[in-house]
């Protein structure tokens, strides 16, 4: 015969758990950062800034001299080479979003706290890392092969920055995996 919801709760109850803070978690991060980009509205957030900024500079000591310009009508940064504008960067494309899924993942897992005071920051300069990279190969993309940038964009260089939020959730994991036999 089949197990009672009551036993089914209890069998499945850690992974409930991990599911209700990765969610209580992501809808908290995600509703905070969507309030404080409406009370922005129509100016581009400090992070996105901050982003092309970075990007920028990187972009202007790999390829070709770009500046980052503020839209003053819109939530976008312009990465302008020459006054032309080769790519605007809104606030999805500054990785809030995918550091917050890598944050609620890191509490709703649980493990060691002293562990999370040096690997949430490792995480958050790496989902950085990773993003400006996307940024600087979207820029090379759209100035390069401008008929591939829809694709690279929305698949291939979004599904790449998931993928290493994976690898930094696999790391995650095995740091605090129990030892084997206890």
Known sequence: MGESPRELVKQF????????VFLAVYLVGNTLYGVWIQHLNPAADPITQV???????????????????????GPTVFLQQAG????????????VNVTIVFFAFVLAFGGSFARALWFVPLGL??????????????YWVVTSFPNYFYYVHKYLFTASLYVGVL????????????????
């Open 51 to 73: 982003v092309s900024r970075h990007s920028a500079s990187l972009i202007s000591f790999l390829i070709e001299p770009v500046e980052a310009v503020v839209n003053t009508n």
């Open 84 to 95: 032309d504008t080769q790519l605007n960067v809104y606030e999805g494309c500054n990785g």
């Open 13 to 20: 109850k850690p992974a409930l758990g991990f599911l209700g």
């Open 125 to 138: 300069v790496l989902i950085h890392a990773a993003n400006l990279a996307r940024v600087i190969l979207l």
């Open 167 to 182: 690898v930094l959730w696999w790391w995650w994991v095995q740091l605090n995996r129990a030892p084997r036999g206890s």
